[in-house]
């Protein structure tokens, strides 16, 4: 398998996170003098900064205390700070968010939403636009192609690929390409468009995104596979974070953007920078159609194994959050964000 631990080196490398600073820690039992908000790495931070900025000055003013943006390094990173406490909310992508979930007492309360018409975003195989690399080609696994896959807890960069065009085939890329590098969406972008890499993952959200900013690198790139389409990223906070500032916190999010006078339409074109619609309400099964999708691969990986003990419990726990998906869709009338 890929060896990520340079990339993430877990619980340690949390404590170094990239930012403004290092973050203020609530004083136990009182509310937070400074609201910590991490903010997923899909780009390098500074990039990030540019753009969040206006909108956290909006939080903090919404909120009424200070809020301090928190960019890590990578996604493990931003689950470790939820989970010791050294940030309180923030914007993650689905896997990293489920790990949040999981692992660091960590609620979906919102997410975001497209502003396109399609509420979903999709996961990409990119090669340079000049190349005559196939889709063919890559799944050859001759070992004579470069390949960028995302953060190990990336959604579109690493989930989505593995889940649905490489473990259905019993393909592990360590053993079909020549190199693997791993790296955010950005990186991986740029690094495809000069040739750098063979063939890399990215997304639907953020080849958009460098075409809005009038960006040459979207061009520069050949899309060879899609996956099908994917939930929005989720806005998660602490369950112990004090509820009058959830309240508030809550508030911002879904009246963000929200209407038709001017400081609406100043709002909406803030969050259109990042290629966000706008938010909405969510909970914690915002996050099944991605448990669904480890389920999935770990039931592949199961079966290529050919151990029928490990088979058998892979497609009991695959077949108990369909399920339990089945059911909500069923009491809601309508399916959950992706399909």
């Known amino acids: 398998m890929i060896d990520r631990r340079m990339l993430l080196a877990g619980a340690g490398a949390a404590?170094?996170?990239?930012?403004?600073?290092?973050?203020?820690?609530?004083a136990p039992?009182?509310?937070?003098?400074?609201?910590?908000?991490?903010?997923?790495?899909?780009?390098?931070?500074?990039?990030?900064?540019?753009?969040w900025k206006p909108i956290l000055a909006d939080m903090e003013k919404s909120i009424g205390i200070p809020v301090k943006?928190?960019?890590?390094?990578?996604?493990?990173?931003?689950?470790?700070?939820?989970?010791?406490?050294?940030?309180?909310?923030?914007?993650?992508?689905?896997?990293?968010?489920?790990?949040?979930?999981?692992?660091?007492?960590?609620?979906?309360?919102?997410?975001?939403?497209?502003?396109s018409e399609e509420d979903g975003y999709r996961s990409l195989l990119i090669v340079p636009a000049n190349s005559t690399t196939t889709l063919e080609d890559v799944l050859r696994c001759d070992r004579t192609l470069t390949f960028g896959i995302g953060d190990a807890k990336s959604t579109s960069g690493t989930l989505a690929p593995m889940?649905?065009?490489?473990?259905?085939?019993?393909?592990?890329?360590?053993?079909?390409?020549?190199?693997?590098?791993?790296?955010?969406?950005?990186?991986?972008?740029f690094a495809t468009a000069r040739g750098v890499l063979d063939v890399a993952t990215n997304n639907s959200t953020a080849i958009r995104l460098q075409r809005e900013r009038g960006s040459p690198v979207a061009d520069q790139v050949r899309v060879i596979w899609e996956s099908p389409k994917l939930p929005e990223d989720p806005i998660i906070w602490r369950?112990?974070?004090?509820?009058?500032?959830?309240?508030?916190?809550?508030?911002?999010?879904?009246?963000?953007?929200?209407?038709?006078?001017?400081?609406?339409?100043?709002q909406r074109k803030l969050v259109e920078a990042l290629?966000?619609?706008?938010?909405?309400?969510?909970?914690?099964?915002?996050?099944?159609?991605?448990?669904?999708?480890?389920?999935?691969?770990?039931?592949?990986?199961?079966?290529?194994?050919?151990?029928?003990?490990?088979?058998?419990?892979?497609q009991q726990e695959l077949d108990a959050i369909r399920a339990e998906r089945a059911a909500?869709?069923?009491?809601?009338?309508?399916?959950?964000?992706?399909?």
């Not at 910590?36 to 500074?46: C, D, K, P, R």
């Not at 009491?331 to 992706?338: I, K, M, N, T, V």
């Open 239 to 266: 369950k112990d974070l004090d509820p009058a500032v959830k309240e508030k916190l809550r508030q911002f999010f879904l009246t963000y953007g929200k209407g038709d006078g001017p400081e609406a339409q100043r």
């Open 69 to 115: 943006p928190f960019y890590g390094t990578n996604y493990t990173a931003l689950i470790e700070a939820l989970r010791f406490k050294q940030t309180d909310a923030g914007w993650f992508s689905n896997q990293s968010g489920l790990e949040a979930v999981r692992r660091s007492n960590g609620e979906v309360f919102a997410r975001t939403f497209d502003p």
């Open 29 to 51: 039992g009182g509310p937070p003098q400074v609201l910590n908000f991490s903010i997923l790495a899909t780009e390098n931070a500074s990039s990030l900064e540019t753009f």
């Open 275 to 314: 290629s966000i619609g706008g938010f909405m309400p969510a909970d914690d099964t915002h996050l099944l159609p991605v448990r669904e999708m480890e389920a999935t691969q770990a039931l592949l990986q199961a079966r290529n194994s050919g151990d029928q003990a490990r088979i058998a419990k892979a």
């Open 15 to 26: 404590l170094g996170l990239a930012g403004c600073g290092s973050p203020e820690q609530t």
């Open 328 to 339: 909500i869709e069923a009491r809601a009338g309508q399916p959950l964000a992706a399909q």
């Open 163 to 189: 889940t649905y065009l490489f473990a259905p085939r019993g393909i592990e890329p360590d053993r079909c390409f020549k190199q693997v590098r791993a790296a955010n969406h950005q990186a991986n972008l």
